[in-house]
């Protein structure tokens, strides 16, 4: 660093201190110029998840499901086949579990590819 940033960077740090430490208000120790972390007034609440469930039926093509499980979860072949073949055996099977628009915006991912494609293909969501 050039002599005139040290100089800058120093005298600035010392303002921010004596700022901080004052009596002026300043919550800080003085120590640094990091920002104050406050706690926040209203209580945060952590989101409500949901549940992403796909339906068996005897028509929709068992790799059409594996490649929207694929597409849509994100999944691995082997655990799209592994979730499709628990659809198929089981009659229904989790695809993940998310936050409300998360989980809706899959769902209609979904619905829409099986529409598109004319496959009977169910996608529903519910509280977990
Ligand atoms: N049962 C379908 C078939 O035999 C395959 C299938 C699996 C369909 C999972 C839907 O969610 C499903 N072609």
Redesign the pocket.
């Known amino acids: 660093m050039r002599a005139d940033r040290i100089f800058f960077h120093f005298s600035n740090r010392l303002r921010l201190a004596k700022e901080d430490g004052g009596d002026n208000g300043g919550s800080g120790t003085g120590r640094n110029d990091a920002a104050t972390i406050t706690k926040p007034k209203t209580k945060s609440k952590r989101p409500s998840l949901y549940r992403v469930l ?9 790799e059409f ?1 594996v490649l929207v499980l694929q597409d849509v979860f994100n999944k691995s072949r082997e655990d799209a086949m592994r979730v ?1 073949l628990h ?2 055996n089981h009659g229904v ?1 989790e695809c993940g579990i998310y936050p409300f628009e998360v989980a809706e915006t899959k769902v209609t991912r979904v619905m829409d590819a099986a529409r598109k494609n004319q496959h009977p ?1 169910q996608c529903v969501m519910e509280k977990q």
């Open positions: 796909i339906l068996n039926d005897d028509y929709t093509p068992m499901v499709m659809v198929h099977g293909l």
